[in-house]
């Protein structure tokens, strides 16, 4: 899982989950360091990113401003999943989905 190849491979994988992601939320990257590391659409693209990808949640917690990787693992724990879908915009809804099936 952690051969240079696949490492590299699993990183570009994130960023274009990250950054098709952020467009389906609506959301740009320089706005990332005002919102809270428990923003149900951080733990959304976190969670696809932690479950579907070889980053570090050092790497998640870079890219999306959540302080730690401790503080990813943290809220990652304590993060409700139905609840979060709930608070979710049906574009972002539909690129997690996609994400996960691999489309």
């Keep these: 899982r952690k051969t240079?190849?696949?490492?590299?491979?699993?990183?570009?994988?994130?960023?274009?989950w990250l950054k098709e992601g952020l467009h389906a939320a609506g959301m740009v990257p320089k706005e990332l360091p005002q919102l809270k590391g428990s923003d149900p659409r951080k733990l959304a693209?976190?969670?696809?990113?932690?479950?579907r990808t070889t980053v570090s949640q050092e790497w998640i917690a870079e890219k999306l401003s959540m302080r730690?990787?401790?503080?990813?693992?943290?809220q990652l724990r304590r993060m409700n999943k139905r609840k979060a879908e709930t608070q979710l915009s049906p574009e972002l809804k539909r690129f997690l989905k996609?994400?996960?099936?691999?489309e």
């Design 68 to 74: 730690s990787a401790a503080n990813v693992s943290q």
């Design 45 to 51: 693209l976190a969670e696809l990113l932690w479950s």
């Design 98 to 102: 996609n994400a996960r099936q691999g």
């Design 4 to 16: 240079p190849q696949v490492t590299s491979h699993g990183e570009e994988q994130a960023k274009r």
